[in-house]
C-alpha cells in the first residue's frame, strides 16, 4: 500500500553536460564571479539573480541544482540546503559576451527569496499601490 | 486619407514614476553600477542583462526607455540609439538586497543583441544540437 504523500513527484536532479569549449567562453570578472539569472520554467517568472565561480558553476552543472557563491559569507552557497526550496536546472545559457549566465529552473517549495516572497523582485518601482507582493507572471 | 503604413501601432514612451524611498533603497557596487535584467513583456523571454549608473537609472525613469553604462566605451547607451531596437519599459523591479534590477520592455524591431539574435543568451550549455538559435520562449 502507497501512501498519498509517497505520490507527489519529487523534482528529480538531471546533470547538465557543457562542453569544455562552452565552459571555456564564460567569463569571470576580476573577483572571478560571473552574474547568474534564474529563471522559473514553465512561468518564464525571473527569480533571483546571484554570482557564481568556477567551482559553483561546475557544482552546479554536475548536481543539477543551482549552486552559487556568496559574496558576503564568502563560501559556496547551495540553493535549498538551508530553506528547503532547492532550484532543478532545466536549461541554462550563456550570453553574447559570455559574462551573464541564464538558468531555467524548476523551483521547489516557496520560492527563491529570503524574504518569503516567490521572486526577489517583489517591488516595482512606482506609485506604492503598484507594487504587489509578488512579481507578475510572464 | 492615410496611408497603410501609418496605421502600424508603434511604442509609445512612458515614464515611469519612483519614489524616492524607491530609488534610495537601490545598491551601486563600488563602481556605481547596478546590474539591469531585461524581460519582454508577455513572452517571459529574458533578452539581456546590462549595467546602470544612477544616472542611466534615472534616465531610464524620465524617458520610459532602457538607458545603461558601457563599461568597456564608459558612456551613457541608449538601447537601440544605434541599432533602432528600442526598449520600451513598463514594469520595473528591484530585487530583495535592493542590487539588482529587472525591467520588463516592450523590444522593438529585430531583438536585443548586437548579433542579431533577438536575446543575448541563444547559446544553450550541453551537446550542440541543444543550442538553439534563439533561446526558448517562458
Not at 565552459?23 to 547568474?36: E, H, K
Not at 552543472?61 to 559574496?71: D, L
Request: with cysteine.
Amino acid at each position: 500500500m502507497v501512501a498519498a504523500g509517497s505520490l507527489v513527484a519529487m523534482p528529480v536532479a538531471t546533470p547538465l553536460e557543457p562542453t569544455d569549449e562552452q565552459i571555456a567562453l564564460v567569463t569571470f570578472n576580476d573577483d572571478g564571479l560571473v552574474p547568474a539569472i534564474v529563471q522559473e520554467e514553465g512561468t518564464g517568472k525571473v527569480l533571483m539573480m546571484a554570482w557564481m565561480n568556477e567551482e559553483s558553476l561546475r557544482r552546479t552543472f554536475a548536481e543539477g541544482r543551482t549552486v552559487f557563491w556568496s559574496r558576503s559569507r564568502q563560501e559556496l552557497w547551495r540553493k535549498g540546503d538551508t530553506s528547503g526550496d532547492r532550484q532543478f536546472v532545466r536549461e541554462a545559457y550563456y550570453d553574447c559576451d559570455g559574462d551573464t549566465l541564464l538558468f531555467v529552473v524548476e523551483q521547489e517549495g516557496n520560492g527563491a527569496c529570503h524574504t518569503g516572497n516567490y521572486s526577489c523582485f517583489f517591488r516595482a518601482f512606482g506609485p506604492e499601490e503598484s507594487t504587489s507582493s509578488d512579481v507578475r507572471e510572464a
